[in-house]
């Protein structure tokens, strides 16, 4: 029973890894507002969403919607705490 429980959860860790790398040969497409947020996070990595959204002259909630989605594309990845960490951009 135990390895058949097993078997089950390395399937699905098998065939989510597959996804994600066919999703990412494929390549994906980002934004004209997601390369300009990625530039400044790479230039000011402690910067905050209203400081982002103010230099991109676009809202607080589009930007935090393309942070989200950065983060979930794993362009980005948030180091140490909401107020007091920073932003680091995968290479």
């Known amino acids: 029973m135990l390895q058949m429980i097993f078997d089950a959860i390395t399937e699905a860790k098998t065939s989510?890894?597959?996804?994600?790398?066919?999703?990412?040969?494929?390549?994906?497409?980002?934004?004209?507002?997601d390369k300009v947020i990625l530039a400044f996070i790479e230039q000011g990595?402690?910067?905050?969403?209203?400081?982002?959204?103010?230099?991109?002259g676009k809202s607080q909630s589009t930007i935090?919607?393309?942070?989200?989605?950065?983060?979930?594309?794993?362009?980005?990845?948030?180091?140490?705490?909401?107020?007091?960490g920073y932003w680091q951009v995968k290479q």
């Open 16 to 33: 989510e890894a597959e996804g994600l790398n066919a999703g990412l040969s494929e390549g994906l497409k980002l934004s004209d507002v």
């Open 45 to 56: 990595r402690y910067m905050a969403n209203a400081q982002l959204a103010e230099k991109c």
């Open 64 to 84: 935090e919607r393309r942070i989200k989605f950065l983060k979930g594309a794993r362009l980005i990845t948030r180091i140490g705490a909401k107020k007091t």
